[in-house]
Nanobody, 122 residues
Framework: QLVESGGGLVQVGGSLRLSCAAS????????VGWFRQAPGKEREFVAR????????DYADSVKGRFTISRKNMQNTVYLEMNSLKPDDTAVYYC?????????????????WGQGTQVTVSS
């Protein structure tokens, strides 16, 4: 089970740190992705970390502003979000994958959490 937390209301240019805590599994065995879904839009890829944290990938829209990290011994993955924009407003989800090759398609991920709302006000 994955549980996201850390969302909230923030002004443009502000920062938030999201957490994805795992229970019942060892998150170190999985690649982990962060995704987001805004009202009326499809779920989209945000960031991904490989199980050993050597490889990370980011959507172009968040590169240079968001950082994904993981502490496997704490069974948690984080998403540090800086310089937030109104377009970042969405429900943010984490999910796990065992698929190799840097997959970023939501269909390659499972065990989705319930999501945490991020709202950026202008």
């Amino acid at each position: 089970q994955l549980v996201e937390s850390g969302g909230g209301l923030v002004q443009v240019g502000g920062s938030l740190r999201l957490s994805c805590a795992a229970s019942g599994i060892f998150i170190g065995n999985y690649h982990v992705g962060w995704f987001r879904q805004a009202p009326g839009k499809e779920r989209e890829f945000v960031a991904r970390t490989s199980r050993n944290a050597i490889a990370t990938d980011y959507a172009d829209s968040v590169k240079g502003r968001f950082t994904i990290s993981r502490k496997n011994m704490q069974n948690t993955v984080y998403l540090e979000m800086n310089s937030l924009k109104p377009d970042d407003t969405a429900v943010y989800y984490c999910a796990i994958s065992t698929r190799a090759g840097g997959a970023i398609d939501p269909a390659a991920f499972g065990s989705w959490g319930q999501g945490t709302q991020v709202t950026v006000s202008s």
